[in-house]
């Protein structure tokens, strides 16, 4: 039999398994990993071009409004900052929404150099307003352009990183043109351009959601698939490993009967000649005594125990010899019939009653009457001796598809629980007489023809024997 030990040894799978999940579990990560690196490098990409096009916009806007404003501004009133004045703020106003609106900008403000105040914003809220800059308006008075991106987180936001508003401010100094100024682009003031970024944050999350979601679905069907194929593997494999073991285990016990049967064999040959010998003489001494004498009685006993040893020396060699069935046309009722013609006398002396269904189809089928005839004998002799002072046995035969089946059962004490595997081993009896090989010949007998056999307790009481043959 297949014990825990060799279970184990049919499950080379599992490594497979194992490698196979922990390799979808790092793609799964690796695939997450890359949408955050894809997420960030277009974001990167995303705040370098909104830098760029603030500046370029800054460039634009800072030639125009000198061009447009300052000087001309400097040359009608003598200063500049003079945005109280209604007639200045429309005209820088209209200069610089002039500029910029092709350009997708959400705001612009304009800062003094020297007070840090809003003298002009598209929002009119803000103008005149001191100290909003802060440093990145104090880094583009030193001539260096900034930009800082800010973020505004809502609900959706803290719980899925998503910010309900992003925008870029960009400062950038305010310069005198070189052509028209006798110093070196002096810092006028400082521009301070806002970009509403949310749109395109939220296309570049939604992106990496896309990506995410992707990988997900694709790495569980993956999983599922590959799952299936690996169980398949699995069956396949222990199946395998389990056919191998058991034909190693039937090798093993062919070898063991193989060699078994040598030994039975040159001990029956040797054993039947001194006991024919000792029958023979027996049955001479009995002839010279005279009739009435008491060792005539001792001479029947010596006779009747060799009859017996021989018998017994009959089934070892039953056993030992290769049983090949004579195939030839063979009706099973009839071979039935005979077995209990020749068992009738014991069957009427010990009281047993025998009931037989035969279905009214039975097939001829190809097979040894005389082996057939020894195996149900052998079996109908087993039920006799499970029940010595009688009871009924039921024989049973009906066709199936390609299959005869035959099934004995008795009303004996049936199999024993610690004995059911041990009934096919050679020698093994629960009977003080016997030699414990009338079933592993009936076995043999059986599976010769291409059959199977099986016995096991009743439903309600004794043993029954069931017989498949082809048919």
């Known amino acids: 039999m297949i014990d825990s030990t060799d279970i184990e040894r049919i499950k080379p799978f599992k490594l497979v398994k194992y490698f196979t999940f922990t390799s979808l579990i790092v793609i799964l990560l690796g695939s997450l990993a890359l949408s955050m690196v894809i997420a960030y490098r277009a974001e990167t990409v995303l705040l370098k071009k909104s830098e760029d096009y603030a500046l370029l916009m800054a460039e634009n806007l800072n030639h125009q409004v000198f061009l447009q404003f300052i000087i001309p501004a400097a040359l009608q009133f003598g200063q500049v900052i003079q945005l109280r004045n209604k007639v200045l703020f429309d005209r820088l106003d209209k200069v610089v929404r002039n500029t910029l609106h092709s350009f997708n ?112 679905v694709i790495m569980g069907i993956l999983f599922f698939v590959l799952r299936h194929v690996v169980k398949r593997g699995e069956e396949i494999i222990e199946k395998r490993a389990r056919e191998r073991l058991l034909l190693k285990e039937k090798l093993n016990h062919a070898e063991r009967l193989a060699s078994l049967g040598e030994m039975v064999a040159g001990i029956s040959h040797e054993i039947r000649n001194p006991l024919g010998i000792i029958s023979s003489t027996a049955e001479l001494l009995k002839d010279k005594l005279p009739p009435g004498d008491h060792e005539v009685q001792l001479s029947d006993v010596i006779v009747q125990e060799a009859d017996r040893l021989n018998s017994i020396v009959t089934d070892f060699l039953n056993f030992a010899r290769p049983q090949t069935p004579n195939l030839m046309p063979c009706k099973v009722d009839e071979v039935i019939e005979k077995n209990l013609s020749h068992l009738a006398p014991e069957i009427k002396q010990n009281g047993y009653e025998i009931h037989t269904r035969f279905a009214s189809d039975i097939p001829e089928i190809r097979a040894d009457p005389g082996l057939l005839y020894q195996a149900f004998l052998n079996i109908l002799m087993n039920a006799m001796q499970a029940m010595p002072e009688g009871g009924a046995i039921y024989i049973e035969l009906f066709a199936h ?19 059911p595997s041990k009934i096919w081993e050679p020698f093994f009896t629960t009977r003080d007489k ?14 010769g023809h291409a059959g199977t056999i099986d016995i096991e307790n009743g439903p309600e009481k004794g043993a029954q024997v069931t017989i498949t043959l082809p048919a």
């Not at 598809?401 to 004995?419: K, M, Q, R, S």
């Open 105 to 216: 900008v959400e705001t612009v403000n304009i800062f003094d150099r020297a007070e840090n105040v809003i003298f002009y914003s598209f929002d009119k809220k803000l103008v005149g307003r001191k100290g909003l800059g802060g440093i990145d308006y104090q880094q583009a008075l030193l001539g260096k352009s900034r930009s800082r991106l800010i973020r505004r987180e809502g609900f959706w936001g803290i719980l899925f990183g998503v910010p309900k508003e992003s925008e870029l401010r960009t400062y950038v100094p305010l310069r005198a043109e070189r052509p028209l100024s006798n110093i070196e682009g002096p810092i006028l003031g400082v521009f301070e351009i806002v970009q509403d970024l949310s749109d395109d944050y939220r296309t570049i999350i939604h992106f990496k959601d896309r990506i995410i979601v992707t990988s997900v």
């Open 434 to 447: 016997g030699s414990g090989l009338g079933l592993p010949i009936v076995k043999k007998i059986i599976e």
């Open 401 to 419: 598809g390609n299959t005869l089946t035959i099934v004995f059962a008795d009303e004996g004490c049936g199999i024993p629980d610690e004995t």
